[in-house]
């Protein structure tokens, strides 16, 4: 919001403190502010006086205009515009003079010279187009230059209004805070009074409706608005419309309150506030035709919406320059309504942007009053009826402060005088007592202030924050330790090519019912999204539906991993989720896995599984010691297929508290060359060949093995049966001899019979 300083000064006195001052104060202590120029690029532009106008002896659409400039200094301008009347003050652009970047210079029409040119708002750059030249209805001494005329060089705040802080969105709002940070008065200023009279029908049938009052006034002239009140409007970066808009601009922009303006003509019967039917629909102010549903609150006569409530007026019943009657507008709408319609029609407008943060509904009369007042003054007429429905008139909230519950809050003593006297100047009523003060919030600020915590932070902002004694916190602060396990997973998947997730621990049941998991029991109270309201159980949700959202985006090769928790309702688990999608196949998504098990020293085994989300063919768990860790496999492609999965997805989850790795022990090289073995064993096909790797391992002989060879056939081995060739490195502290290494394969063939019921081939 725009906001010039003097205007800002008819509110408070603002003499001795400077532009930057304010900012900064307003910054620290209220809403992020800064201070620019209200400026022009025009040099060589005065302002001066039509002394005749004579028509064009060639062109009888060219006027001759004598403009005097100076007191012994006359120009002649032609212009196109008939309006022009003599005594009409100008802006004329003299030979040389640079205007929006153009240079002016003297210009021949049919034999006649123009010496200049005269200038409209949209040339000066204050308007998008104009119908005809700027007229200055303001006493200037001939010559005076347009910037000072303009007002071009005054400072202007610019302020960035929090959104629990719609009393900012008005010069009064901001000069009561200002008189509040920098201890100054507000001026006085006379209130023009009109109550209740006459006859017109208006019936609010809407809850969301608080208040609506009605002054119908009579005899107007639509014209253009007085210089005074379009330049307030072109320094608050508002278009001029004509006097009656303007008018309303400006009571929303000087008091925050938005106000509207009908063609009483075009209303038929009645004004009703109601909710939208379907079918309905209105052309927008905008030029735009908008469908209308129950979502919006609009203003109705007996046959056709008028307008969106809070949000934009109709074309229909706009005021032109052919109104005689205007029905005035001042109204109260629920925020939480006005932001719902606003929204579904995709329109903001300086009125829904401040009926969404709340405006004063205690003041509304007066603000419409001043409104009044103002169009009677540049638009003529009389008022011939006003009426104010306002069925629940606003009582103060009141909230008790106390001493105790201040210095519980701060650490230090309340200063009952002091807070009094800032909350009464930010327009809080308050009465002491013995024990505290006694608060009633006005309707400006209903809908920020709501207990005691927010007064306290009424009565900090204004002594400063940093005024608080700093004291170290009683409880001593840790870093969060972040365990070697988990750096060591980072690191291992990242070096692989993964990339780590976030994810919200919060999902929907879409993706449980789909995947055919047990669904979630713990439910959030206030959730960000209404469907995402349940605590996860599994990491697989959520990488799949991260997967899903890199598909929309064009993205098919995936790897990524997260390390979250899940939550159950006896106790909440960390668990490691890794998919991959078109970067690996399951041999090598298995080998990975694996390896990473293997790296952390976790003697594990695999063996078959049964998930109902995965390919029943193409999954197994991972165990240790007998316990599950984890399981590994391919999507179903059922389920692959039913969520619009194009590619196969490879996924395992590990429980990482069950990832205990196991002390290493280190021993010394050995000097010797180790003596190699080849073994193949007979065993049964279901039989995991893990389990015999982890068996031999054990051996102290043993240094290493591999599995070089896997094959079935049921003539040769017979039913049931696989073939496993294992190579076998042996070493030993000293050389090993063909008759101690044949003695090491002999024992371990014999335990392996035992243990695992395999024979030699």
């Known amino acids: 919001m725009r906001v010039p300083l003097s205007w800002l000064n008819e509110f408070v006195d603002l003499e001795g403190i400077e532009p930057e001052e304010i900012a900064r104060v307003l910054t620290l202590k209220s809403v992020e502010t800064s201070v620019s120029i209200w400026d022009g690029d025009v040099e060589g532009v005065v302002f001066g006086t ?27 301008v032609i212009t196109r515009d008939r ?33 200049g040119m005269l200038l409209s708002g949209s040339e000066l750059g204050l308007e998008d187009s104009s119908e005809g030249i700027l007229k200055i209805d303001e006493d200037y001494p001939l010559g005076t230059p347009a910037k000072r005329v303009l007002g071009f060089g005054e400072p202007v705040l610019e302020v960035e209004i929090t959104p629990n802080r719609g009393d900012l969105l008005s010069i009064l709002g901001i000069a009561r805070e200002i008189a509040m940070l920098f201890d100054r008065s507000m001026k006085q200023i006379e209130e023009y009074q009109l109550e209740d009279f006459g006859s017109l029908d208006i019936r609010v049938e809407d809850t969301d409706c608080k208040r609506y009052r009605g002054v119908v006034i009579e005899g107007t002239h639509i014209k253009d608005a007085p210089f005074w009140l379009r330049k307030r409007l072109w320094q608050c970066g508002i278009k001029s419309i004509n006097n009656v808009v303007d008018v309303t601009n400006y009571i929303m922009l000087e008091r925050g309150q938005p106000l509207h303006a009908f063609d009483l003509d075009k209303i038929e019967g009645g004004i009703v506030v109601r909710s939208a039917r379907a079918g309905e629909g209105i052309n927008t102010l905008m030029g735009a035709y908008k469908q209308l549903t129950e979502n919006n609150l609009i203003i109705a006569d007996s046959r056709k919406p008028l307008a969106v409530a809070g949000v934009i007026g109709g074309a229909e019943s706009a005021v032109n320059k052919n109104t005689t009657k205007i029905l005035l507008e001042g109204a109260y709408f629920d925020p939480y309504r006005i932001r719902r319609s606003a929204k579904s029609l995709g329109i903001q407008t300086e009125s829904s942007y401040r009926f969404e943060r709340n405006v004063d509904i205690d003041s509304l009369r007066s603000h419409q009053n001043r409104a009044v007042e103002l169009i009677l003054r540049v638009a003529g007429g009389k008022v011939s ?9 606003y009582k103060p909230v009141k909230i008790f402060l106390s001493f105790g519950k201040y210095k519980r809050y701060v650490g230090e003593e309340l200063d009952g005088e002091y807070a009094r006297k800032v909350l009464q100047k930010l327009g809080f009523e308050c009465y002491p007592s013995s024990c505290g003060l006694e608060v009633f919030v006005p309707a400006f600020r209903s809908f920020d202030v709501k207990g005691e915590a927010d007064l306290v932070e009424e009565i900090l902002r204004a002594k400063n924050y940093n005024s608080l004694k ?30 780590e997730v976030l994810n919200f621990s919060y999902e929907s049941l879409n993706l449980y019912s789909a995947l055919g998991l047990e669904q979630p029991k713990l439910e959030i109270i206030n959730p960000l999204l209404k469907d995402e309201r349940f605590l996860r159980t599994s990491i697989v949700p959520s990488l799949i539906r991260s997967y899903i959202h890199n598909q929309k985006n064009f993205i098919q090769q995936v790897s990524i991993f997260e390390l979250g928790k899940v939550f159950f309702e006896d106790n909440e688990e960390r668990r490691l989720g890794i998919l991959s999608c078109n970067n690996h196949s399951l041999e090598e998504f298995r080998a990975l896995v694996s390896d990473f098990l293997t790296y952390i020293n976790v003697d594990h085994f695999s063996q078959k599984s049964n998930y109902s989300f995965l390919h029943p063919n193409l999954q197994i768990d991972f165990m240790v010691e007998g316990e599950k860790i984890g399981f590994l496999g391919v999507l179903h492609p059922l389920i692959q297929e039913q969520l619009e999965i194009k590619n196969s997805i490879l996924i395992s989850e590990l429980y990482v508290e069950k990832l205990q790795p ?3 022990n280190y021993k010394s090289f050995s000097n010797y060359p180790p003596v190699v073995r080849d073994l193949s064993l007979v065993m049964d096909k279901d039989q995991s060949v893990d389990k015999l790797i982890l068996y031999i391992k054990k051996l102290e002989e043993v240094e290493d093995l591999s599995v070089f060879s896997v094959w079935t056939n049921e003539e040769v081995l017979g039913e049931g049966k696989k073939s496993v060739s294992i190579r076998l490195f042996l070493r030993s502290a000293k050389s090993m001899s063909d008759e101690e290494a044949n003695s090491v394969v002999f024992n371990l063939v014999e335990g392996l019979k035992k243990e695992f019921n395999v024979s030699l081939r």
């Open 50 to 76: 039509v002394i005749s106008l004579t028509t064009h002896p060639k062109d009888e659409g060219l006027r001759v205009c004598q403009v005097k400039v100076g007191e012994d200094k006359t120009v002649q």
């Open 83 to 115: 309006s022009l009347e003599e005594k009409s003050g100008v802006l004329v652009a003299l030979p040389g003079a640079r205007v929006s970047g153009k240079v002016i210079g003297e210009r021949e029409f049919w034999g006649v010279v123009s010496q």
């Open 385 to 393: 009826a006003v009426k104010d429905v306002y069925p629940e008139p």
């Open 470 to 499: 700093s004291e170290p916190p009683p409880i001593p602060s840790a870093p969060k330790r972040v365990s070697r396990l988990e750096n060591t997973i980072r690191t291992f998947l990242s070096s692989r090519g993964f990339f």
């Open 662 to 664: 196991k002390r290493r």
